[in-house]
């Protein structure tokens, strides 16, 4: 029952922006929720945290991402945004997003969206 659907992946040149949306099927401020996340996988590699956000304010990136992505909510449209500024082709992976919740199911995760940084 609970669904997550990221959306806005592409093929972005280097120092370009990408916004990415993951849509959630319930309310993303949920009290089963501990937080909300992306991740990302590139090939060949294990799959990596980039950014979490907690009730909605509080963050956490990667030490590769910071300063260039941001993580935000909009809470009336239970969607959570990856805004991904000064893209570099090793950005370039699957970026999925993750809800971490206190009760089975204890990760919900979408299905990916596809972000290549390539000139």
């Known amino acids: 029952q609970v669904q997550l659907v990221e959306s806005g992946g592409g093929l972005v040149q280097p120092g370009g922006s990408l916004r990415l949306s993951c849509a959630a099927s319930?309310?993303?401020?949920?009290?089963?929720?501990?937080?909300m996340g992306w991740y990302r996988q590139a090939p060949g590699k294990q799959r990596e945290m980039v950014a979490t956000?907690?009730?909605?304010?509080?963050?956490n990136y990667a030490d590769s991402v910071k300063g260039r992505f941001i993580i935000s909510t909009d809470n009336t449209k239970n969607t959570v945004y990856l805004q991904m500024n000064s893209l570099k082709p090793e950005d370039t992976a699957v970026y999925y997003c993750?809800?971490?919740?206190?009760?089975?199911?204890?990760?919900?995760w979408g299905q990916g969206t596809q972000v290549t940084v390539s000139s």
């Open positions: 319930g309310s993303i401020l949920s009290d089963s929720i501990i937080n």
């Open positions: 956000i907690t009730m909605g304010v509080v963050t």
């Open positions: 993750n809800s971490r919740r206190r009760v089975p199911p204890f990760d919900v």
